[in-house]
């Protein structure tokens, strides 16, 4: 029973179901996770974790890379079901439509990617602001 809780709560966010959708659309590293959602590193690697200790995931390496993929031949059946599920309801999610397309772009950059690929956007604010004038009209 405790593992079947696991499952549901690792399903009950919507990080995690992002990333799982782009895991059952292929096999991804880290950095292109983060390039389909743009997060972090530590965001993308807390969600794999994740979603691999409950059993939907399996982990190998390729050279420099962690790869993740859904664990098909070492899941049991009930997992299987939830997944088959849980692809079915994020088929036709727009939002899920957007990631898979923006995982197409992603690209597998190496043990560099989080500094090269991690752009976070940040509105900087303008230092050549004009102070208000003000008239005096009494």
Not at 38 to 59: M, N, P, Y
């Amino acid at each position: 029973m405790r593992g079947l809780v696991k499952v549901f709560k690792a399903l009950s966010d919507e990080s995690r179901l992002r990333v799982l959708n782009l895991i059952l659309e292929r096999e991804c590293c880290v950095c292109e996770v983060m390039q389909a959602l743009e997060i972090s590193q530590s965001k993308a690697s807390r969600i794999l974790s994740t979603l691999h200790d409950v059993g939907f995931l399996k982990l190998h390496k390729d050279g420099l890379w962690s790869l993740y993929s859904v664990d098909s031949d070492g899941m049991d059946a009930y997992l299987k079901e939830i997944l088959t599920a849980t692809r079915t309801a994020l088929r036709n999610n727009r939002q899920m439509e957007t990631d898979r397309e923006r995982l197409k772009t992603a690209i597998r950059t190496g043990p560099g990617c989080v500094n090269r690929n991690a752009k976070v956007s940040v509105r900087r604010l303008s230092t050549s602001r004009k102070p208000m004038e003000t008239t005096d009209e009494s």
